[in-house]
């Protein structure tokens, strides 16, 4: 696995977005979705085009995370689920304004 840059249940107002593009696949803490943050050389757009899709449990979201060839992660949820499993790291998370975000490329 190679990184550019706790576990939590999911309740249903505490869902994560995923949204499926060609080659990755975007998922976000709902709550962070059309949200702008900055700090330093780093910005972080949570556009709705690329990141609102499907909202899903932690169950879903492992199962997505598995077959994923790539992905772009944002949110203390959805990271903190990714790092519990395994998918991800400490040192593949970066923060802006204090919100994680990773992007994973797996092959």
């Known amino acids: 696995m190679y990184c550019l840059w706790k576990q939590i249940a999911c309740t249903d107002e ?4 995923v949204k499926f593009h060609e080659n990755v ?3 976000c803490d ?11 050389k780093f910005s972080l757009n949570i556009s ?3 990141y609102k899709g499907e909202e899903m449990d932690k169950g879903q979201i492992l199962e997505v995370l598995e077959n994923a060839i790539s992905m772009n992660l944002v949110g203390k949820k959805v990271i903190d689920i990714a790092l519990d499993a395994g998918f991800i790291n400490d040192g593949d998370i ?5 919100v994680p975000h990773a992007q994973i490329y797996t092959r």
């Open 94 to 98: 970066i923060a802006i304004e204090g």
């Open 48 to 50: 709705e085009l690329f």
């Open 25 to 27: 696949v975007s998922l």
């Open 30 to 40: 709902t709550e962070l979705i059309g949200k702008k943050f900055e700090e330093g």
């Open 14 to 17: 505490n869902m994560i977005s």
